[in-house]
């Protein structure tokens, strides 16, 4: 069975750093475009960075300087360093790629991890 599963979520204090990781499991050929999401309770699920295939980053303007997205294509893996983090920060976050296995080809959602940051 293809999944992904996110790891590495918390409390931390406004100041600190997590680091999240994002594994996708199972028969996959190859990964393509890469993204952590985040959702705040009551409001839409919001885009916080992407990468590429080709190692093309983009972040939104709330974290840029603040998060780095990366990935590991031998280990199919995408994480997020979250430095400086503020209680807006708080959400669950999910990551989101686009697979491909033998059999089929589409995007995929992991079940999220919750980040608190509070004092």
């Known amino acids: 069975q293809v999944q992904l599963v996110e790891s590495g979520g918390g409390l931390v204090q406004p100041g600190g750093s997590l680091r999240l990781s994002c594994a996708a499991s199972?028969?996959?050929?190859?990964?393509?475009?890469m993204r952590w999401y985040r959702r705040v309770p009551g409001k839409q699920r919001e885009l916080v960075a992407t990468i590429t295939s080709s190692g093309s980053t983009s972040y939104a303007d709330y974290v840029r300087g603040r998060f780095t997205i990366s990935r590991d294509d031998g280990r199919n893996t995408v994480s997020l360093r979250m430095n400086g983090l503020k209680p807006q920060d708080t959400a669950v976050y999910y990551c989101?790629?686009?697979?491909?296995?033998?059999?089929?080809?589409?995007?995929?959602w992991g079940q999220g991890t919750q980040v608190t940051v509070s004092s």
């Open positions: 199972g028969r996959i050929v190859s990964i393509g475009t």
């Open positions: 989101n790629a686009f697979l491909v296995t033998m059999g089929w080809r589409d995007f995929r």
